[in-house]
Structures are given as C-alpha cells and as structure tokens.
C-alpha cells in the first residue's frame, strides 16, 4: 500500500474525535503528553493541547519522531475551532494569513490550494471575545506553522479553521457537542485539502527522494558529510541522465572507500557523456 | 491565473492597484506590510509554488534604473535596466530567475511615476540618450493585460526619442502595442530557442511559430524589432536545428528593417546554478557537465568557439554584421 506522507495537527481530542472516524485513525502511543493516532496508509494525528506553544511542542514533537522513519518529507494541516466576526458557524475557512496577536508577526501560508473560502488568521492567547477584525480568532496557528515551515516548505503546511463562535454565538456559549458535528459538516472541504497536500507531498517527495543505489552505495563504506553531499549529487545526475543501469552496475563494483566510489562514478559518467550526446 | 493577490499596504486603494483588483474579485486578496515578507521568506520551493504562482502588488523602493550587466545590450554607449516586474509568467527551465529568488510568485512594482521620475532623471544624466532594458527579471509583455506596462511606459518614451527603450520578451501580447501608434525608439526583443530546445525546457512559452507572427505584426505596423537567439545550447545537430529556425523567422520577416540580431550562450552565476540544480536534480540539462569562469557556470563544451563561429556564419547568410551583436 501506497505510504502518505501526512500529519494533522489538533488542539482537544473532541476535535480530533471526528477526524480519527473519517481517516480511520488508530491510537499508536501510550504517551498522553501528546496522544498520537494513525492509519494504514501512514497518516498521522496528534493532539497537541490549548496555545500556540503546545501546538508549536506537539508538531515538533511529532516531526522529531519521523525524522529517521526515510528521506520523505511529510505535509502538515492544522484543523480546529474558531471564532469569526461575521462567517456562519460550521463553515470552514483555509487560513489565507496568520497574525500571531502577542507579537504582531505574521505568515502567509501559500495559497496552493483553490475552491475553499479563505480567510485571516489571528492567533490569541486567550479567547477573543469582540472579535474586531474580520478574520478567525483562535490559539494554536502561528505556533503550529511556524513549527512545521522548519520541517518542510510552506508549500506542504496548511491552517483550516471551522468556526465555533461569532458575535451571536458567542464564544462562552459554544455547545461543545456541536463540535464533532461541524467539523463532520466540512468532511468534503477537509478531504479535499487532504487530497490536494497529498498530491504536492507525493510530487515533491517523487522530485528530490534519493534513488536506492545511494543507499547502497552510502552503506558501503563511511562518508564524510562532504562526501554524503558529493554521492548524492552524483547519484542524482546518474538518475537525471537516465543512466540507472550504469549506477546500478557501479553498487556491484568492489570499490571499498568512500573515495574510490566517488571517483568511480564521477569518471563513469564522464565516460558516459564522452559518448554521448555532447558535441 | 494566480493563486492569490497580496497587496502591499503602501499601494493599497492606489487606482492602478484597484484596476488589477478589480478584474480578479473571485481570488483571494491579502493584505501585507512588505512585500518581502512573502518574497523573500524561508521555506519555500520556486518548484512547487511555480504550479499556482501569486501576485504581489509592491511599491519599489531604492535605485529603481540600474546600469546594466557588462555586455547585456546592444548598444556600446550607457545602458540601463528597470524592472517594474519580478519574476516569469513562463517557466523556462534554462532561466536564471529560479537561482535568482526564493519565490516564483510575481511582485509588480506599481509605482510606475516613481520608475518614470527615475528613467527621466538617468536619461537627463546621459544628455538624453542611452539605452534601457526592460525584461531583465521578467517578460515585460507577457503580463500586459494586467500590468499596462506598455501603455505608461512607451508614451515615456516618446517624450525622450534620444533614449532607446528595449522590451525583451517571448510573449504574443502585442495588442497594446498594435493599438498605439509605434515609436522609432523603442525595440520589441524576441527570444529564440532552436524547436527541439523550446519544445523541451520553454514550458508554457508561446510556440515559436506564433512569436514569429506577433512579430511580423509588429513589424508591419511599424514597430523596430529585434531578435536574440539566446541561450544557444550546442546539442547534437545544433547546425541543422538553427538553420530551420534562422530560415522560419527570416523568410517572414523584413530582414533589411531589423534592428538587431545577437545571440548569447548558456551563463549564469554560480550561486544562481548551484540552487538551481538542487531545485532540479531531475533535469538532464543540469546534469550535464559544466565550465565555470569568473563565478559564471557554462555548459562545457570542447569546440564552442567553432560551433559559435558556425551559428554566426549561419546567421549572416540572412542579416548583415552591422546587424548583428554577440551577447556576453
């Protein structure tokens, strides 16, 4: 089955509930610092708690835990209640900027994916409860973004927001069993961005994943960070070149230093290019 | 056509900002403080963000005329570049623009009177006369529908007939163009590539035989044309692809009222190539063996004086030397 690279990101559990239903999540730790979940085809959910700093903690957390799992790299979505000056309740919206209200700092998640009402994020410490300006109140955004665009492009990172509380509404007054309902309510919207991180991730990952012969080759004998770069690069021209055979052939060569190997592939494709196209 | 519109606060509620926004109503319009703070941040691939590419609306600030790159133009005198645009609708895979910005999103400088002032001040500078690149960090034409870059800036111009302004482009959008009448100082550049090298690395570029047309029309509506055959790549039968396309944009064109001819090799800035290999590892083009000279990477290449020697021998079976430049 194919492996997907992705991690969402909750603050509570009963926001996480209707989540672990859709993606047909499994509990996968017994830590309860930060409750993890997963499924069969590798997505991950972590519930990271209130605040940004817990959200920051939690995406950190989990990023640190997959760094040695492969060279894939994953893509992160935010999902969780907020308040709105003047958006329905229920309704979702995809984070078009985050303020993070404290400091006044501000990030602009890519707009790589379409269909979906945007809207400004603001980030608080606690909740807002005049809602002033024309955007979605809410605690964990800017941590959780700013702690995933160290682990990835921000192409792959994504806040999706589903309101909770508006000036009629108000936030003190939120049936918190209406929660599961309305995040189920955007099931489509959340599948769809879904979709659409997975189909960047998997591109992103077919682009810069290191073919196997490097790891053959890197398990070989022991490489110095310079040498690391050295074979990935040449690896990659091998591949780029269409030259997969003559890399394959040089992993079954007896060349046993790091050296050697280098140099043996670098003068192989020199050869290679020698009678090749170049003129 | 864009994933988004941010604009910067400084231009926001401007007329020419309210005109681009007003015909995209149906995509998001975000508010920021610089547009630095979306151009120029960490974490971002020019790869991926190039599928879905926004627009930023900027105030330029700083030098807005720069002198230009030792032997970029035509014109032995001064020469100068202004860029009210960053960044490519086009995604030529031999572009030095990837290498160049973090970002593929296009910023359009929108304070056109500034860029004005500062190309009227230059000119006055240089008694009047000079010559000024436009499509250095961008196609100048290819946004036209949006930018009016045409409109505001030939009229300029106009009013400065010793200066010489070059618009250098791929683009077919030449309607704003044909709807004014031409101006003897100002020349619409083409780039070529020969077919099979277009085909492959000029994504989204329109089809040479179109090119050829717009500039027919142009030409015949009076405009000064010119063509850069740039880069030149010496594939294997690099003489037969070039003599096809030196023949289809010759026979259809007015050779003799052709303001200039050149062609330039494959060059760029180590920096610029070094990130542009990591953002293409799978590109053969990248994985080819390379020359590098004075910080400049180059395709390696054992016989590129002879081989340039027989383009240019080439060329001039259609134009003549005086026509003709070679860009460094």
Known sequence: MTSIELNIVVAHSIEAKPLLKLLRMKKCTTSTTFPLYKNDQGECLIVSGMGKIAAAAATAYLAARQENEKNNVRAWLNIGIAGHQNAELGSGVLAQKLTDYATGRSFYPPMSISGINTSDVITVDKPELEYPLNAAYEMEATGFYSSASRFVTSELVQVFKIISDNPRNHVHNVNLDMIPEWISSQEENILMILGKLKALVNDYNRIYQLPDEYHQLSAKCRFSATQIVQLKKVCQRYIALGLQKDLQSRVLSSCTTAKLIITGLESGLADQLLTGTQK | ?328
């Open chain 2, 1 to 328: 056509m864009f994933s988004a519109i941010y604009i910067e606060e400084e231009v926001a509620n401007t007329e020419r900002v309210d005109r681009i926004l007003s015909r995209f109503s149906g995509i998001p319009q975000i508010r920021c403080e610089r547009y630095g703070e979306i151009f120029n941040r960490k974490a971002q691939n020019f790869r991926l963000q190039k599928k879905s590419p926004a627009l930023i609306l900027a105030r330029k600030h700083g030098k807005l005329v720069l002198p230009a790159p030792e032997g970029y133009g035509f014109d032995s005198g001064p020469g100068y570049y202004f860029s009210h645009m960053l960044n490519c609708v086009y995604d030529c895979r031999y572009c030095f623009l990837q290498g160049m910005y973090d970002s593929a999103n296009y910023v359009l400088f929108t304070n056109y009177q500034d860029f004005e002032t500062a190309l009227s001040e230059t000119i006055a500078e240089n008694g009047g006369s000079g010559a000024y690149y436009s499509g250095y960090d961008c196609d100048s034409l290819a946004l036209e529908p949006v930018s009016n870059f045409c409109e505001y800036f030939i009229p300029v111009f106009a009013r400065h007939p010793e200066a010489t302004l070059e618009i250098r482009t791929k683009s077919t959008q030449i309607r704003t163009l044909l709807e004014m009448p031409p101006i003897t100082n100002c020349i619409i550049a083409m780039s070529f590539t020969a077919r099979e090298a277009s085909d492959q690395w000029e994504h989204k570029v329109p089809s040479i035989t179109k090119r050829i047309e717009a500039l027919y029309k142009l030409q015949q509506a009076g405009w000064k044309i010119a063509i850069r055959f740039e880069p030149v790549i010496f594939d294997q039968g690099f003489e037969e692809a070039y003599q096809k396309l030196f023949r289809d944009v010759f026979d259809k064109l007015d050779v003799s009222a052709l303001h200039s001819v050149s062609i330039g090799l494959f060059r760029m800035p180590a920096d610029f190539y070094k990130r542009i290999v990591k953002l293409y590892p799978d590109e053969p083009l990248f994985a080819r063996p390379i020359a590098s000279s004075g910080g400049m990477m180059s395709l390696r290449c054992e016989k590129e004086s002879e081989n340039v020697e027989i383009i240019e021998k080439m060329l001039f079976e259609f134009i003549s030397r005086r026509q003709y430049y070679r860009c460094a």
